[in-house]
């Protein structure tokens, strides 16, 4: 079940109050604007929740809407992996909208401020501009270009648009005010010449609007009545509403900034992600390691779990650091209602079962959950020849060691009790197989004569169990911050985040699994086969499935199962 506590955040308040006042008919409209220049991260699913939820909510629309107005940045292949996520997510969009087919009308937009003297052609070069910015503390300088005449602007303008100027040249910006408090407000870029291609318009046009002569722009073109963003476009606020004061548009937004969303042990920008991926830190934007929506869906997220905890965190106004626990134990809540059970063993231990007829395989019946009826059973094998888990058996155990020692008598799950009679060993005296005995009278598990055997362990058949790779996942920062005291996050990786197994053996059934299905190897926790052989070089075999492990089981297994 999906929680509801987003139930009155403050972004919900303002929505019910407009519509109780009729505001804009009491329609709504919000929009989840990503530039196309980046895989997105589970931050922006916080922004994506948000906007559709709220329309949702309340018989609106979200549009999904690319802002895709920095032509060198962005590919077609994040477009096109931006709108799988999102329907991946759980989330219809009804077809993409671009600000790219904007383009000429913005240009109109644009020519309107320049005909109303409140946009000029400055000619100043790019460092003379910061320069006469001034700062945080002193006032801007006018350009000397300020006071052009509108024909002239309007010539100018025209040849930009017509690529008679070279990049930098000039600039169309807003004229506002250069000492505003608000640097946003001195006299902002709105247009820059760049000849560049771009991923929908091509060579069309070398002048292209900046972010927020675009983004404001784009909103009211789609009658967005509540344009949702992240604290940082506050300052932003004043030139979105300047800019559509001054313009003839349908409709004027209103923007409301919420605070992003921070997770502990990890990073959510895109830039640094970027790095991560182009130094090689982790093997692409899908390592299951990274915070991506890709590399999240790959290592075994699934869309419920990462919805329900946006929903639990939250939207307000103040930044603050989330526990990577809390993101682990929304998907638990929803991989231990979902995930059929299997057993599969990471680091194999050979048992012979001595009195065990040879050349015999029985079938067990195996519940695929343990609470779940209704997900049915499947059948298991058992032979003489079985694999358990290393852990699973100490040759000098202390008491309270409930698997199995020389001597001692262990429950296999679904099968028999089995007692250990024998340990062989290999020249370095390393524990090499082990000889058992089963009570055939404890078929299921449960012995006739009444006695207690605490322990029950899992195992595999040798005789058809398949090989399998297991990449265990650790978090990628060592510290909960990985930029704590300004230190180049680099430095912080977890060298330990990825461990490779390679000889594992799992239950056959896997040889049906699917990407993205997760399963709970018993005791072990969950487990999903990997969608990818990127690294396929490192594989032991070209044959050999790898499975990622989606995220441990709560509590350490063996205090788990003490308790049983
Ligand atoms: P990044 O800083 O990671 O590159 P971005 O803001 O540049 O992210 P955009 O594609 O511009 O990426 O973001 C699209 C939307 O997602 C924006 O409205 C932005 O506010 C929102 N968003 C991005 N990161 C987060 C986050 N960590 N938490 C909440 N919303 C976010
Ligand atoms: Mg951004």
């Known amino acids: 079940m999906e929680s509801d506590v987003t139930k009155g955040h403050f972004i919900e308040s303002i929505i019910k109050e407009d519509i109780k006042n009729n505001k804009n008919s009491g329609k709504v409209v919000t929009r989840f604007p990503p530039e196309p220049n980046g895989y997105l991260h589970i ?7 948000l906007n559709f939820n709220m329309a949702n909510k309340f018989n609106g629309k979200c549009n999904l809407r690319f802002d895709d107005s920095n032509p060198t940045k962005e590919k ?14 759980g989330f219809e969009f009804g077809t993409a909208l671009f600000a790219s087919d904007y383009f000429d009308r913005l240009h109109d937009f644009a020519v309107e401020l320049i005909k109303k003297d409140k946009a000029y052609v400055c000619s100043l070069t790019a460092d003379n501009i910061r ?16 006071e052009r005449s509108v024909a002239e602007n309007l010539s100018l303008f025209t040849q930009m648009k017509n690529g008679e100027f070279g990049e930098g040249e000039h ?14 407000l001195r006299d902002p870029i709105i247009y820059r010449v760049k000849k560049a291609s771009h991923p929908r318009t091509g060579l069309q046009w070398c002048i292209y609007p900046m972010y927020d002569f675009t983004h404001c722009l784009s909103d009211a073109l789609e009658g967005i009545t509540h344009s949702l963003c992240s604290l940082e476009f506050e300052d932003h606020r004043p030139l979105y509403d300047w800019t559509l004061d001054q313009l003839e548009t349908p409709c004027h937004p209103q923007q409301i900034e919420f605070a ?17 991926v182009e130094e090689n830190h982790v093997q692409g934007w899908d390592d299951p390691r990274l915070p991506t929506l890709e590399g999240m869906k790959r290592r075994g997220y699934t869309p419920e779990s990462i919805r329900n905890f946006c929903n639990i965190i939250g939207v307000s106004k103040k930044e603050s650091r989330i526990d990577m626990g809390l993101l682990e134990s929304c998907l638990r809540d929803d991989l231990n209602e979902k995930a059929p059970r299997v057993m599969g063993v990471l680091r194999p231990l050979k048992i012979i079962i001595e009195n065990y007829p040879e050349g015999r395989t ?10 779940k009826k209704n997900m049915g059973t499947r059948n298991i094998t058992f032979s003489r020849k079985i694999y358990v888990e290393q852990d699973d058996f100490m040759e000098n155990p202390p008491r309270k060691f409930f698997r199995l020692g020389p001597g001692r008598e262990v429950r296999l799950r679904y099968a028999y009790l089995i007692t250990c009679k024998d340990v062989i060993k290999d020249e370095s005296g390393n524990v090499k197989e082990l000889i058992c005995t089963y ?5 299921g598990g449960n012995a006739p004569d009444g006695r207690k055997v605490k322990g029950t362990i899992h195992w595999v058949n040798a005789n058809d169990c398949i090989d399998a790779e297991v ?26 985040s990825l461990e490779k197994i390679e000889s594992c053996k799992l239950e056959k059934s896997l040889s049906n699994a699917e990407p993205e299905n997760v399963y709970q190897f018993e005791r072990l926790g969950y487990f999903c086969l990997d969608s990818k052989d990127r690294d396929s070089k490192n594989q032991v075999s070209k044959d050999t499935p790898v499975f990622n492990r989606t995220v441990t089981m709560r509590d350490a297994w063996a205090k788990l199962y003490k308790k049983r």
């Open 171 to 184: 600039t169309l910006r807003a004229k506002i005010d250069m000492k505003s408090p608000n640097i946003n």
């Open 260 to 276: 992003r969303m921070n997770i502990n042990y990890t990073i959510l920008s895109k830039r640094k992600l970027q790095r991560l």
């Open 471 to 496: 990449r265990l996942y650790d978090r990628l920062f060592k510290d909960e911050n990985p930029e704590q005291d300004k230190q180049d996050f680099i430095e912080n990786l977890n060298p330990k």
């Open 43 to 49: 931050g922006h699913a916080k922004s994506i929740c």
């Open 131 to 146: 320069e006469y910015r001034g700062t945080l503390t002193q006032p801007g300088k006018d350009s000397p270009y300020r």
């Open 76 to 89: 077609q292949t994040y477009i096109d992996s931006i709108k799988s996520t999102v329907n991946w997510l």
């Open 362 to 371: 029985e079938e067990l019946a195996a519940k695929n959950h343990p609470q």
């Open 439 to 443: 009570d055939p009278a404890t078929r």
